[in-house]
T-cell receptor, first 113, second 114 residues
Framework: AQSVTQLDSQVPVFEEAPVELRCNYS??????LFWYVQYPNQGLQLLLK??????LVESINGFEAEFNKSQTSFHLRKPSVHISDTAEYFC???????????FGKGTKLSVKP | GAGVSQTPSNKVTEKGKYVELRCDPI?????LYWYRQSLGQGPEFLIY????????DSGLPNDRFFAVRPEGSVSTLKIQRTERGDSAVYLC????????????FGQGTRLTVV
């Protein structure tokens, strides 16, 4: 069975500070990893994903995540956050023969001026 | 439409009643997923369709929950004898069906059982 653990339920940070949202997963098969973002009053949107190849993946708005197989982690980072990054971030995994995503409980990122 | 559409956006029902939640996926997407998101939790997998058939229904919590996708497009999630614990946001997503491809989510239906 697959599972995802997001260690921090809330992360408050000041604008322009760096941030890391942690995600660990467990799986007995090769996995695909995703970060989804949910802005206030909006639906879930894909932020970035790791399928294969380079272990460092980037989004168009400055976030990046690194797949670390030995530590079974896929932490999300941004060197300098903006107020507009305030949202809830969900890490998810899929793998094996099924396409369904297994989500973590989410991390609420709150960026303060 | 351009995205995944879910109706209604809000549904309030009395305990014990039957409800149907509808999902209209992106045209051409063969895979369709239902999730349930309770307050403070991540989306919880319910059921996954590949075409018309349920490829994995292991997430359905009990036999009061049932979902169909008769023509491989629109799907309906059906909940019988609703209970207060069924209150949640029910999310639908669709994807082209290939492993690792992005799942596109609808805005969800907020179900409140009173």
């Amino acid at each position: 069975a697959q599972s995802v653990t997001q260690l921090d339920s809330q992360v408050p940070v000041f604008e322009e500070a760096p941030v890391e949202l942690r995600c660990n997963y467990s799986s007995s098969v090769s996995v695909y990893l995703f970060w989804y973002v949910q802005y206030p009053n909006q639906g879930l949107q894909l932020l970035l994903k790791y399928l294969s190849g380079s272990t460092l993946v980037e989004s168009i708005n400055g976030f990046e995540a690194e797949f670390n197989k030995s530590q079974t982690s896929f932490h999300l980072r941004k060197p300098s956050v903006h107020i507009s990054d305030t949202a809830e971030y969900f890490c998810a995994v899929s793998g094996g023969s099924q396409g369904n995503l297994i989500f973590g409980k989410g991390t609420k990122l709150s960026v303060k001026p | 439409g351009a995205g995944v559409s879910q109706t209604p956006s809000n549904k309030v029902t009395e305990k014990g009643k039957y409800v149907e939640l509808r999902c209209d996926p992106i045209s051409g997407h063969t895979a369709l997923y239902w999730y349930r998101q309770s307050l403070g939790q991540g989306p919880e997998f319910l059921i996954y369709f590949q075409g018309t058939g349920a490829a994995d229904d292991s997430g359905l919590p009990n036999d009061r929950f049932f979902a169909v996708r008769p023509e491989g497009s629109v799907s309906t999630l059906k909940i019988q004898r609703t209970e207060r614990g069924d209150s949640a946001v029910y999310l639908c997503a669709s994807s082209p069906g290939l492993l690792g491809t992005e799942a596109f989510f609808g805005q969800g239906t907020r179900l409140t059982v009173v």
